[in-house]
Structures are given as C-alpha cells and as structure tokens.
C-alpha cells in the first residue's frame, strides 16, 4: 500500500519493537549503538519495609539514542531478542553492573549486604554459557558472587533444561537468582522446586490490587506463604504508594522495590546510598 512506508516509519518511532519488517532496521541500529557507547545503566533500590532502607538495586538498561533521546528498554529488549543482539547486549550489561557495583563495595565492611541485580533474558539462557559469563564478569569486576543477584522470568526457565543446569552452576557458586514477574509467566510449582530460585519478585499486577481488591489480597498473602514455605524471600515490585507499602508490610512482606521508595537512579547515586551516606 502507498500508506505502508509511512506507517512503518510511524511505528519505528512510536513502538520500536513493534513489526518484523523493523527488526532488521533496528536490531542494526542497536549494534551500532552498543559499539558507540550509546546504552547506560540505572538502578533502581529495593529496600527493606516498612523504613526503606536500600538493600540492594535492580540494574535496568537505557538506550541514549542520538536523535531520540532516552529510550526505555520496553522498546528495544523484544527487537534485541529477536535479532539476538540481546547476547552481546546483555553480557555489556552484565559486565558494567558488575563493575559499576565493585566500586560501591564498603573497604570497613560498614555497608549490610546488598546485593546487585541484573535481568538475563531467555536468549541469553538458552544459548550462551552464562555460568561462565558470570564468573567472568565476577573475575573482571572483583566483585563477590554473593553481591550478585540474577532476574530470570518463568518464561525463561520454563522447559528449558539448558537454563536450569545454568542456574544450577551460578548458584552453586553464591550467586542468587530471582523468578522476575512472578506470577505472570508459566507459573508452575514444579518449576520452584526444580530450580534454584532464592527470591520471588511479586509481580507490580498483584501489588496494584491489593488495596482494593480481595482476591489480589490473596493471591499475594498466598504468594508471600508459599515462598516462606519455600524458604524463598520475596520482592514486592511496583509500589507506589504509602498506603501500599504499609498494607504489603502488614501482609508480611520485608521487601520492595517501586516509585514510591526511588525511581532509578545513575549508578553513582546508589552506591553513596548503599554505603549509608546519605539520609533519606
Ligand atoms: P522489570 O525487570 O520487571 O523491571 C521493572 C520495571 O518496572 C522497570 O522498568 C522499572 O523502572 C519499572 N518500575 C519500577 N517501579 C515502578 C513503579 O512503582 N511503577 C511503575 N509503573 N513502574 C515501575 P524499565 O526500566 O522500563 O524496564 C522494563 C523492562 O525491560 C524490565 O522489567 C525488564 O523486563 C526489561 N529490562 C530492563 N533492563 C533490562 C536489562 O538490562 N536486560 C534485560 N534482559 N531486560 C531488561
Ligand atoms: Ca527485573
Ligand atoms: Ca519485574
Ligand atoms: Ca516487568
């Protein structure tokens, strides 16, 4: 159609991973950019309830685009995906978050142990050796495994055997590893109990609901006992509120992440506040 050059531009700046025909365009500009130094990590605090102390943070990837400005990973993470660039991406992201955190480390020991969080997407899982990715980035950074967390989706992990012996290693060598989005993926218990997981972050669907709604009230009391059962710790993600904080406290739940505590922050930021400099 004569529209369909127009439409298909409209939609590369509107909705960058939307069509396949835009993969190609723009799985070639992501290549460009890694090699120009065009992506940057923030990180966003997950925090103890109800005070919320930082305890950790969660490293998510912008992309400063020349002429587009920041671009939020929700527009180029699916086209990274499908074109594999999510690989080289993710081991630069991998690596900068490592060693961006070693340089938060406390020399006196004062700092609680927080811990780094990085998303490893399913491409990543399925067909790289992430066990010895990790160790290289541990090796390269000096940071210690047990400052280290890894965010993998049910989906991920979901049938796949390669991820799973994956997981087992990295655990094996201190690393924890979260179910990301719990809840929202090919939830299964069966997958629980096969994989190495240490910590359930609660998807920010079930945390809307639980001022309002009864049922999302159970599901995430059920949730926050299952994984107490487990021995597993749980996140709480996307609160927003106060009057959510202090309702998912009262459930039970000791930690969480969300706009109502910090957005993301750049990397130099949330060292200072792990390592207690700055009274919030
Ligand atoms: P996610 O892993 O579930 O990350 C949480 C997302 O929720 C982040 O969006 C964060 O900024 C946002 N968020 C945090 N608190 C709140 C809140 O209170 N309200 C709302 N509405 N949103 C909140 P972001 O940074 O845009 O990332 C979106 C998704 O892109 C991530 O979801 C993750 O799936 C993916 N992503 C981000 N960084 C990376 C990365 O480095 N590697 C991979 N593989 N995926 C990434
Ligand atoms: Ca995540
Ligand atoms: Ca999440
Ligand atoms: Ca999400």
Not at 224 to 242: C, D, F, N, Q, R
């Amino acid at each position: 159609a004569k529209s369909g050059g127009k439409g298909r531009h409209r939609r590369y700046d509107t909705s960058l991973d939307d069509a396949a025909a835009t993969d190609a365009q723009l799985g070639a500009d992501l290549r460009r950019a890694l090699g120009a130094g065009e992506f940057t990590l923030v990180y966003q605090p997950v925090v103890r309830l109800p005070e919320g102390a930082p305890v950790g943070a969660e490293a998510l990837v912008r992309w400063r685009h020349p002429s587009r400005g920041t671009v939020p990973p929700d527009l180029f993470i699916g086209a990274a995906e499908r074109t594999g660039l999510i690989v080289p991406l993710g081991e630069w992201i991998l690596y900068e978050a490592c060693r961006q955190a070693a340089s938060w480390r406390d020399d006196d020991g004062a700092a609680g142990p927080w811990k780094v969080s990085v998303n490893m997407s399913a491409r990543q899982l399925r067909e790289t050796d992430i066990a010895h990715t990790v160790d290289e980035a541990l090796r390269r950074s000096g940071l210690t495994a047990d400052r280290l967390m890894i965010e993998v989706t049910e989906t991920a992990v979901f049938d796949n055997e390669t991820a799973v012996d994956a997981l087992e290693k990295i655990s094996k060598r201190g690393v924890s590893v979260a179910l990301d989005d719990f809840g929202t993926g090919h939830s299964s218990l069966g997958l629980l109990r096969a994989t190495p997981v240490d910590v359930l972050k609660v998807d920010k669907s079930f945390v809307d609901g639980i001022l309002g709604n009864e049922e999302e009230s159970i599901i995430a009391t059920a949730m926050l006992h299952l994984a107490e059962g487990l021995k597993l710790g749980t996140i709480a993600e996307g609160v927003e509120s106060a009057t959510q904080a202090a309702r998912l406290h009262t459930l039970g739940y000791r930690f969480a992440q969300g706009y109502h505590f910090a957005r993301p922050l750049p990397g130099g930021e949330i060292g200072v506040r792990l390592r207690g400099g700055v009274p919030e």
